[in-house]
T-cell receptor
């Protein structure tokens, strides 16, 4: 099973709402990632969890709050977002964050629209 | 400053011919390179990778070549098929900190169109 699943597929939220994105993998991977992707751009790294600990935070605004409840799950909590936060949010996982085990497998993404 | 460059935003080839996608990098600390393929509204799909200790890696129709002295890699697709039409991203990795944590540095992508 090389699948990373993400829910929901689409999300429309107002600027005062609180919502969460969910990601799950059952490949036994110990590194999980959140990316943001705008049209015609490469994925932009937001957060990395390695062995359920936050490893990288790419200076993401605090209105995005990641959580890794266990080795298979990754959440992204959203609060007071801005319209410019509208994007495709991608979750990925890799065996580890180290050398030669670094191929990342991506989920289908959540298309987020902030109104 | 773009550390991973894909200078061709788009490429069009005929079905059955070879597609060659190019990628240049500036950081000599990169030691692992990956190619991803992306269809619209989907997540990227891992295609093939190569470490800096090799100069070639092959997987079916896909071959990646690495020229470290030129800081250049290329992805060859032979033969090209219409289903290969997608955006292809080159990405590179180096150790991020003393604990060998890593992250990917991405190129801007090349949109490949394979015409029947």
């Amino acid at each position: 099973d090389t699948e990373v699943t993400q829910t929901p597929k689409h999300l429309v939220m107002g600027m005062t709402n609180k919502k969460s994105l969910k990601c799950e993998q059952h490949m036994g991977h110990r590194a999980m990632y959140w990316y943001k992707q705008k049209a015609k751009k490469p994925p932009e790294l937001m957060f990395v969890y390695s062995y359920e600990k936050l490893s990288i935070n790419e200076s993401v605004p605090s209105r995005f709050s990641p959580e890794c409840p266990n080795s298979s799950l990754l959440n992204l909590h959203l609060h007071a977002l801005q319209p410019e936060d509208s994007a495709l949010y991608l979750c990925a996982s890799s065996q580890e964050q180290g050398f030669l085990s670094y191929e990342q497998y991506f989920g289908p993404g959540t298309r987020l629209t902030v109104t | 400053d773009q550390q991973v460059k894909q200078n061709s935003p788009s490429l069009s080839v005929q079905e059955g011919r070879i597609s060659i996608l190019n990628c240049d990098y500036t950081n000599s600390m990169f030691d692992y390179f990956l190619w991803y393929k992306k269809y619209p509204a989907e997540g990227p799909t891992f295609l093939i990778s190569i470490s800096s200790i090799k100069d070639k890696n092959e997987d079916g129709r896909f071959t990646v070549f690495l020229n470290k002295s030129a800081k250049h890699l290329s992805l060859h697709i032979v033969p090209s098929q219409p289903g290969d039409s997608a955006v292809y991203f080159c990405a590179a990795s180096s150790s991020y900190d003393a604990g060998n944590n890593r992250k990917l540095i991405w190129g801007l992508g090349t949109s490949l169109a394979v015409n029947p």
